[in-house]
């Protein structure tokens, strides 16, 4: 009875996996990066040609970075403070502050509704005012607040995840060496913190980026690329245009990723030790 050699025997066991990866990965790619071409090789340039489609992702662009800054600022502020304080309800707070966490985009679109759209509560309250009716569910502000919202949760829990690790032995040095509260903010902490705030912008920034469910319920006033995207080949059945915008908005979110990793300190360090 013949025996399969360790090299037969891992490629057997690779064997599904691999299957996998090329059906429901490789094959849509090769697929996306070819449908444009049908139309000629100026639909893979249309996002930056056409005014409307450039408009969008221009769009989609600045909410994103808009996000992403509010979102490491706030939640820094929060998980720093979460991380050094010890009080009553602090895991309780934690957990409430984390819960949308298990939202999909849809949900939060609607929390945004019920509180900015045509009959939610900032509407009443303009009214009972005497102001009218007064909304911001649908527009850049509406969405802004719905990203951050969606997005906070992660950078809270980062940060508070990372000042948790932190070695007290560090900032207590500073301060001996007499050092103030901004030069240990600036020495101290932020270097400590910065693999935690590359890694976690960067995924906020690709998650804004791409985010679908909250931009369908609340984008009627502000279109971003998804919404884009989903119109051209759900409406206009233009699958070759779709996939073109499709692969600049991966494009564009794939490199700062990259761009990430490759300003991450964790990085530097690693190709540091390795040279």
């Known amino acids: ?49 056409e005014a409307r489609y450039l408009k969008s992702l221009l769009q989609t662009l600045a909410l994103s970075l808009a996000v992403t800054g509010a979102t490491l600022v706030l939640g820094a502020a929060v998980g720093l403070t979460l991380a050094r304080q010890r009080f009553p309800g602090r895991g309780l707070l934690l957990s409430l502050l984390t819960l949308p966490l298990s939202f999909p985009g849809v949900i939060i679109g609607f929390f945004m509704i019920l509180l900015g759209g045509r009959q939610g509560l900032v509407a009443d309250l303009s009214e009972a005012a005497g102001l009218g009716r007064h909304t911001f569910a649908y527009g850049l502000g509406g969405l802004f607040l719905a990203y951050l919202y969606f997005s906070l949760p992660r950078a809270i829990g980062s940060y508070t995840a990372a000042a948790s690790a932190m070695d007290p032995a560090l900032e207590e040095a500073a301060r001996s060496l007499g050092a103030g509260r901004w030069q240990v903010l600036r020495d101290v902490w932020i270097p400590e913190l910065a693999p935690a705030t590359v890694a976690c912008g960067a995924m906020v920034f690709a998650t804004a980026m791409g985010a679908f469910g909250t931009a369908f319920t609340l984008a009627s006033q502000f279109e971003v690329l998804p919404i884009t995207i989903y119109n051209e080949f759900t409406n206009y059945a233009n699958f070759a245009l779709a996939a073109s915008l499709s692969l600049a908005l991966g494009a564009l979110s794939w490199a700062v990723l990259w761009l990430a990793r490759r300003l991450s300190p964790e990085a530097h360090g690693s190709a540091t030790g390795g040279a």
């Open 1 to 49: 009875m013949s025996t399969l050699s360790p090299k037969a025997l891992c490629l057997a066991c690779a064997a599904p996996a691999l299957a996998f990866f090329a059906a429901f990965w490789l094959l849509p790619v090769l697929q996306l990066v070819a449908l444009p071409a049908q139309k000629g090789a100026a639909t893979y340039l249309a996002v930056l040609t």
